[in-house]
């Protein structure tokens, strides 16, 4: 077998250069020996920016800490290794009537990374994010192993949520399920010819169902700008309880020596895709379809080409999002530079238990984009500068090359997350973002009240 890839998911930045197995981890931080800035948990690398490297140092390959350590099916608690892919869990709960009550827009992230993220999904306005429905968690730092809920260590539990991995390694985790009538869902797809309809559809959607996203044709112009799909869901009342392998049917074999997303396979996407899932105004769809369509396609990123791809996650308020939205999206436009998967999505009111968390209320949009150098680079700080003009934040998770002043303006409480830091533990993007802020060099906080 070959090497493991540690790259993340965009492939923009150079994979991990050392990494360590837990046992050897776990030996370097019970004995003391682990320096400063070291370490950092690895998952299975769908993060698509640097917040899953640490080139300075190590990463600790938490794949093989795969286990379900227990679930309980009257109440819906399972309890499994930080390693544990989400597709492994749904498929072990499915035919007790259990779904994850939080899932991102893939099933092959790890238990662990989905908390270290504080991941969302289609239904935040109802669930709000993933770390709602942590229970607690065992945590292995420098200075001790930790058991941590919201009422044991507390403020770890907390900073741990949406930590990405620096306040040290999740050994495992206890989460609270959905019950679900089935796996299947009941979909309803609404076609909107503009943005302001759009937005008319939006509250009244996520009033009306537990799942709510839309996709938007960002290569439409002149009175078709903005003009798009929203697609809404519940779980069907009757339909499968069991979960298939969800191993991807399709794959891109090699990489192309180009990114093969150019203009005129975006029309031709755009196109298909829109007159495909217009057409078909209720339909059931899998859990995977619904959930994880791009699941079904094995290495998709290499499609963007050798140079990768950024993604770029903004959140704004719902007072600006009318305005900034579609600044957003005439930015891109401007630039040349399409977005392959364009979505749209509402966020709630509820608020994530995270010291710092990317979901909040208002409005997100998601944009994918090839790597084209300097130009791409250029177009990114320029939705940077309308996002956080808007008084909205950029997403870190999704994020590869952020300035520290548009992590600070997103996260302006980052000096709490750094206070809680385990020193032992580094990523790029935090040297990058915190790091010139003046939070690399360590810190002696107390974990523990």
């Not at 930015?331 to 749209?344: D, E, H, K, M």
């Not at 208002?362 to 177009?379: Q, S």
């Amino acid at each position: 077998m070959g090497r493991p890839d540690y790259q993340s998911f965009g492939r923009a930045n150079p994979g991990a250069r050392q990494v360590v197995e837990i046992g050897e981890a776990t030996e370097l931080l019970t004995s003391g020996a682990a320096h400063a800035s070291s370490l950092l948990a690895y998952g299975n690398g769908r993060s698509y920016g640097d917040s899953c490297q640490n080139s300075a140092g190590a990463v600790i390959d938490l794949r093989p800490c795969n286990r379900i350590l227990s679930f309980n099916a009257e109440t819906g608690l399972i309890d499994a290794e930080a390693g544990t892919l989400l597709a492994d869990i749904i498929a072990y709960i499915a035919p007790h009537g259990f779904f994850p009550a939080v899932v991102p827009g893939t099933q092959l992230v790890t238990l662990g990374g989905a908390i270290a993220n504080d991941v969302h999904g289609k239904n935040h306005h109802r669930r709000g994010s993933f770390g709602c429905h942590v229970e607690r968690l065992v945590l292995l730092r420098s200075d001790g192993r930790y058991v941590c809920s919201p009422s044991e260590n507390s403020r770890l539990f907390w900073a741990t949520i949406g930590g990405m991995g620096l306040t040290g390694v999740i050994l495992s985790a206890a989460i609270r399920l959905m019950r679900v009538p089935s796996l299947d869902i009941a979909e309803t797809v609404k076609p909107f010819g503009c943005l302001g309809e759009y937005f008319e559809l939006a509250e009244a959607a996520d009033a009306d169902n537990e799942y709510a996203v839309a996709w938007i044709d960002q290569l439409a112009s002149g009175k078709h700008v903005g003009r798009g799909l929203l697609l809404v869901g519940n779980h069907a009342p009757l339909g499968a309880r069991k979960a298939s392998s969800g191993a991807a049917r399709l794959s891109v074999p090699f990489q192309p020596p180009l990114t093969l997303l150019n203009r005129p396979f975006l029309k031709l996407f755009n196109a298909a895709y829109g007159w495909r899932r217009g057409r078909l105004a209720e339909s059931r769809s899998s859990h995977q379809k619904f959930f994880f369509p791009l699941d079904g396609v094995a290495h998709w990123n290499r499609l963007y080409g050798p140079n990768g791809l950024y993604q770029h996650q903004s959140v704004v308020p719902e007072a600006a999002a009318r305005e900034t939205i579609p600044a957003l999206l005439a930015a891109a436009q401007r630039a040349g530079q399409g977005s392959f998967l364009t979505v749209l999505k509402r966020f709630g009111a509820q608020r994530s238990p995270a010291l710092l968390s990317f979901a909040r209320p208002g409005y997100t949009l998601t944009l994918d984009f090839p790597n084209h150098g300097r130009r791409t680079l250029e177009l990114l700080a320029e939705l940077d500068r309308i996002t956080v003009g808007a008084g909205g934040a950029v997403n870190p998770y999704k994020d590869a090359r952020m300035s520290a002043e548009t992590f600070a303006a997103s996260f302006p409480d980052w000096q709490r997350l750094e206070a809680m830091r385990d020193p032992a533990f580094m990523s790029d993007f935090w040297a990058r973002t915190a790091g010139r802020l003046g939070g690399r060099d360590g810190n002696t906080a107390q974990a523990a009240e």
